[in-house]
Each structure stands twice: as C-alpha cells, then as structure tokens.
C-alpha cells in the first residue's frame, strides 16, 4: 500500500518561513493536498491539488509536488500557524494520510 | 451551507460492533462525483482513512481494516453508515465523516466535528 512520510515536528522562527515535507513513491505524479489541524479541531484543507489555496487561506500558504517529495510552505509564520500538518493522495484504491507534522512557532 | 454531522455510542465494549451515522446537509449523495469518507484518530496519534462511499455506490476501504469495515448510504436521509466489528480499546479514537470535494482532485473540503467513540469493558 502506498505511503506517506512527514516528519513528526518542525519549528520555525515568527516571521520566517516553514517547510512541511511529505515523502512517497513518485508523488509528484498525484495530487497532494494538505490540512491544518488546530488542538480539538477538525482538520481543515489549506491546500488541494499540490498548490491550490481554497477561498480564505492566505497567501503565505503555498505547495509544491515534484519527483518524491511534496513541500507546504508557510511564509510569514504566526503564533496562529502552530497546528499539526497532515498531507493526503489518493494511493492504490484507498486514501492515504501522511503521519502528520507539529509545527511550533518559536 | 455545507454541515456534516456524525453520531453514535461514545462507549462500546470490546467485541462489540460500532455503528455510526453521519447525516450531512446541502448536498446529495446522489449527484454525480458526490462522495462521503470516514476518517478516525486515536487521541495524540495521526488521521487514518478508513472507508468512502460515492454517488454511484462504489465502496472503498482501507487495506488494514477492510474484513471489519462496512459503509452504506441512505439518500432518503442523506446519511452515510458505518459499521465496525469486533471492536477494541485500540480503536478509541474521534471519528470524523468528510465529504470529498465533487470537482476532480480527492480531497476534503467540509468535515464534520468529529465523535469521540471510547472502547472500555
């Protein structure tokens, strides 16, 4: 079955920029979209097929997808950034969920 | 507005089979590309995907929990079903149903709250 690798934790600097990355098997041939998670929250998509905001997440947010990894940036990172990150594709017949990233803004 | 909404036990013992709906509104399950997932996570772990349901009845589950697994739609209702068999503390976690964006893409665009189901004797 097909699957996702995130790291566990990231940490960035207010102001500065984050990168979330998600690993998988020639991702960059799938659509990868990805959820923020606040604590006690449903997950909530910040970007759909790999660098597509929806209406009301911000331009600071933005992604790429090539060769192997998938990469969610956040420019301009704020206290209101801290969340878990979870990118999801659609592997071989299931939907997939990597296993997510805490971001922590220092 | 888009709402979906999930119910169900907040406890059931060991063995037992979960049952949960997830009743949503402003859409149909019977437009075409409408289709309707459920999503679980177990208190401080990640999101795991477990089973979706489409317009055109076609049914998907996840490959570690498929022989448990069973979803159903009630259009009449617009509701969406799933069942669990032999239930284990190991499946305490919150519950989520989700509704996949219709426009070509797979991914998630409205969730419900989410139901939190505790497996305990």
């Known amino acids: 079955s097909y699957e996702l690798t995130q790291p566990l934790s990231v940490s960035v600097a207010l102001g500065q920029t984050a990168r979330i990355t998600c690993g998988g098997d020639?991702?960059?041939?799938?659509?990868v979209h990805w959820y923020q998670q606040k604590s006690g929250q449903a997950p909530v998509v910040i970007i759909y097929r790999d660098n597509n905001r929806p209406s009301g997440i911000p331009e600071r947010f933005s992604g790429s997808n090539s060769g192997n990894t998938a990469t969610l940036t956040i420019r301009r990172a704020q206290a209101g950034d801290e969340a878990d990150y979870y990118c999801?594709?659609?592997?071989?017949?299931?939907?997939?969920f990597g296993g997510g990233t805490q971001l922590t803004v220092l | 507005q888009v709402t979906l909404k999930e119910s169900g036990p907040a406890l059931v013992k060991p063995t037992q089979t979960l049952t949960l709906t997830c009743t949503f509104s402003?859409?149909?399950?019977?437009?075409?590309?409408?289709?309707v997932s459920w999503i679980r996570q177990p208190p401080g772990e990640a999101l795991e995907w477990l089973a979706r349901i489409d317009w055109d009845n076609e049914k998907f589950y996840s490959t570690s929990l498929k022989t448990r697994l069973s979803i159903s739609k009630d259009t009449s209702k617009n509701q969406v079903v799933l069942t669990m068999t032999n239930m284990d503390p190991v499946d305490t976690a919150t519950y989520y149903c989700a509704r996949m964006s219709p426009d070509s893409g797979s991914y998630f665009d409205y969730w419900g709250q989410g139901t939190l189901v505790t497996v305990s004797s």
């Open positions: 402003a859409f149909s399950l019977d437009t075409s590309e409408m289709r």
């Open positions: 999801q594709v659609w592997g071989s017949s299931t939907e997939v």
């Open positions: 020639n991702i960059g041939n799938k659509n």
